[in-house]
């Protein structure tokens, strides 16, 4: 199974005209149009990205796509609400799943987070992603952080866990830089030329770089 899938129900805000209320059927519609965008942005990439493809796609008119969401950016909102609920699943997943200790559950977050960058159609998706984002709020940054908002919370509990005493402030710049490291590799090391020895070898490097960022000074 791929990490990154677009299945499942998830919560996430509409924009309905004024008094109205969203009902049952049109919950179903407004999720058909966020797995409906999904789509597009995975098979087809940013650039095919628009209301009125979507519309499209879905054999319905734009203003029936833009009562539910009356701009690209709400669109984007949701999807990026979307991909918050699947990695906090997820999450629940890897630390169900890792050695009960600080450093295993640090450890799971670490590897998770690595070999998740280095699935293809999660690889694919997010590159695709990434321009969308900058130019739906003009390049401020606001839509990337709030993509990346899950990943950091995660790991920084996860180093407050493993460095007692260190502020909520100092975890956060902590997690900064091992997401950085991390996301980092999803354009320099392609999955398409990596062998298995490689990616271990560089997995294990990962995994010690970010214990030695989120232990420096831990004594």
Known sequence: MNQLEAGGTVD?????????????TGRK???????????????EGYERFSMQGIAKRLGRRLSNVQYYFRTREDLIRAIIRRIEELYTRRYTDVLTRAEDSPEGRFRAVV???FEDIGDNDTRHFFIQLWPLLSTADNYSGELMQRL????????????????PGITREEARVRAEI??????????????????????????????????AIATEGKE
Do not use: C
């Open 148 to 163: 990346y908002m899950t990943q950091l919370e995660h790991l920084s509990r996860r180093i407050m866990e493993l460095v």
């Open 178 to 211: 091992i997401a950085a490291l991390i996301e980092g590799l999803m354009v320099t090391a392609p999955a398409s030329v990596d062998t298995e020895e490689h990616r271990r070898r560089l997995r294990d490097s990962v995994v010690r770089a970010a214990f």
């Open 12 to 24: 996430f805000d509409v924009t309905l005209p004024p008094g109205k209320r969203l009902t049952p």
């Open 111 to 113: 590897v998770f987070n």
């Open 29 to 43: 519609t407004a999720e058909r149009i966020v797995e409906t965008a999904w789509e597009i942005l995975r098979t």
